[in-house]
């Protein structure tokens, strides 16, 4: 039986703790059910039949520049367990300050979730109230080994509530293709970022 938005939010779990602690966000438990619903491949675009729908835009002009950049007088990594993920089930990924100096980041939540398709990289969150909305910003300081750690189930609604007090919605549904997770929540760096095919 299909659970309904309601009931998988009222079982997702979102936490997570910065500067050399461990964390969490989003972490479902269910089967992955009839699978992907949307596009498969390399769609043309990312159409949502609501016409309310505004879809989050990507607040970096520079390009993704791998899993490893070096910054601020210390290193950041962007590392997942894999490169092929499947669908429903839970995705890790680790954000982490190699290095050997402190510094400052935008929060847990600086991060886009995007597919490719013909037009390139689309985030496949938004919101349906009509208006632009943009994720939570918080300067904070990352220690030498300190990380953020995301367990997000990859599945519509596990992926748009694991950014808190922000009404978001996948649309359209999830399908077969080319993702990626991108943070780019250091200041005066570029993005990092860890592609994954997604699967049924």
Sequence with gaps: MKRTRRDLL?????????????????????????GPQGPEGVPETLTCEDDAFVRLTAPFDEPV??????????????????????????MRLVFRNTGDEPATVLG??????????????????????GETVELPQAEETLDPSGAYIWSIDLEEAAIASAVPDRD??????????????VYWGIPDAPPLGAEFELVG
């Design 10 to 34: 009222a079982t997702t779990a979102a936490t997570l703790t910065a500067a050399g602690s461990v964390g969490v966000a989003g972490c479902l438990d269910f089967a992955a059910g009839d």
């Design 65 to 90: 520049e791998g899993t490893i950049v070096d910054a601020a007088g210390t290193r950041f990594e962007l590392a997942t367990e894999g490169n092929a993920e499947t669908y429903g089930q839970s």
């Design 108 to 129: 847990k939540h600086a991060y886009s979730f995007q597919r490719e398709t013909g037009e390139g990289w689309l985030d496949v969150r938004g919101s349906t109230s």
């Design 168 to 181: 978001l919605e996948v649309c359209p549904p999830l399908g077969a293709g080319t993702y990626r997770f």
